[in-house]
């Protein structure tokens, strides 16, 4: 359905995905996304619940098609059910084809079954160990319990969930055949994500980095690993897994084998419009959005900004001054 989109890119891509980080803010302080004292941003800055739902109505009748709520951790927002479920009429009239989220998990046990109730058929939930401790470790505030049950509660009303894992070298590449070998035996899909130089954090990001490569060397001395054709649009590639007979997805940012393909942009809580996770330039729909009742104006903002939407991004993370490629952090992008 890309045609119906009036949003085109000077690379021919039709813009049909929208990322919305609700918030910045999250109850977990992942190592590898924030550093323990981060700073969050003034409520002021944020847009309002209501000015985030006209902003994505925009997006939505301008052809975006598929929209994902995240953050921070996006069930931490107050009244985060009242967007979703604002959202959701979209569903209805079938003016989006799909609503979902990124989560940490944490409330997922209080949320679930309001999450089906709105029309939310998957989630991905991210979750980079099983063991208690080292969970405590990596995420440094969270309790890995809380998290299997909100999994729970998301199996139970329905939801499909993808887990996605953080590959982290020293960390869990010895126990990611064990996760895999969890997921499937309970029907979830398992993507693995190379860390990306985004923000500031405590740790040196070289040490934490294992390509994928290796990672999937070690996963075919225990595994047959089946490339697919399954597409969800993202930038993961996947392949079945003749053992399990689930499926396992790479995320690989550090190549460009996704830009090409690239459908999405991404807005952040106080209202900017970043048309690429690896590059600087963005856009301010705030201004607009506040400038006026009527949306001409912010539609004008975003084609503007979809004609600079560059060809790819440039990730490295430097050896020499080990500083990230791109200042801001994954939680004010949110992934
Ligand atoms: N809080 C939610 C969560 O953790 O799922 C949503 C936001 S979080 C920023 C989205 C995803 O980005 C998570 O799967 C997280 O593991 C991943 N992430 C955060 N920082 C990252 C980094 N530097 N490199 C790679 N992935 C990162
Ligand atoms: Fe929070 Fe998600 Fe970042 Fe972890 S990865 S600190 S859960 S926003």
Redesign the pocket.
């Known amino acids: 359905m890309d045609e119906q989109s009036s949003m085109i890119d000077p690379f021919g891509r039709a813009i049909t995905y929208l990322r919305v980080?609700v918030t910045d803010r999250?109850d977990?302080r992942?190592v590898?996304?924030m550093a323990e004292d981060m700073h969050f941003l003034p409520k002021k800055d944020l847009l309002s619940l209501e000015e985030l739902e006209r902003l994505c109505n925009v997006f939505i009748e301008k052809g975006v098609r598929r929209l994902r709520l995240?953050?921070?951790?996006?069930l931490v927002r107050k009244n985060i059910m009242h967007l979703v479920r604002q959202l959701s009429g979209h569903l209805e009239t079938g003016a989006l084809d799909e609503l979902t989220l990124?989560?940490?998990?944490s409330q997922l046990e209080r949320f679930a079954a309001e999450l089906a109730e709105y029309g939310v058929k998957r989630i991905?939930?991210?979750l980079?160990t099983l063991d208690p401790e080292k969970f405590r470790a990596i995420t440094r505030w969270g309790v890995l319990d809380r998290v299997m049950r909100g999994i729970d509660a998301a199996q139970a009303a329905g939801l499909r969930i993808k887990i996605?894992?953080?590959a982290l070298r020293g960390f869990n590449e010895e126990e990611i055949p064990e996760m895999l070998r969890w997921a499937h035996g309970r029907s979830m899909d398992m993507t693995v994500?190379?860390?990306?130089?985004?923000?500031e954090?405590d740790v040196d990001?070289t040490d934490q980095y294992l390509p994928l490569s290796e990672l999937r060397a070690n996963l075919e001395q225990q595994f047959t690993l089946a490339d697919i054709p399954y597409k969800t649009g993202g930038p993961a590639r996947y392949v079945e897994l003749t053992e399990t007979g689930g499926r396992l997805g790479f995320i690989t940012?550090l190549t460009h084998n996704f830009c090409e393909s690239c459908n999405r942009v991404r807005i952040t809580c106080t209202g900017t419009l970043y048309m690429c996770l690896g590059q600087e330039d963005a856009a301010d729909l705030r201004a607009p959005l506040r400038a006026s009742e009527g949306n001409e104006l912010l539609s004008r903002s975003i084609d503007e900004a979809i004609g600079r939407k560059p060809k790819g991004h440039d990730f490295v993370i430097d050896r020499h001054t080990h500083r990230p490629a791109v200042s801001r952090?994954?939680?004010v992008t949110?992934?």
């Open positions: 980080s999250c977990f992942c590898y996304c995240t953050g921070g951790e996006p990124t989560t940490n998990g991905n939930v991210s980079d996605n894992t953080v994500i190379e860390t990306m130089p985004l923000g954090v990001r940012p952090h994954m939680s949110g992934g």
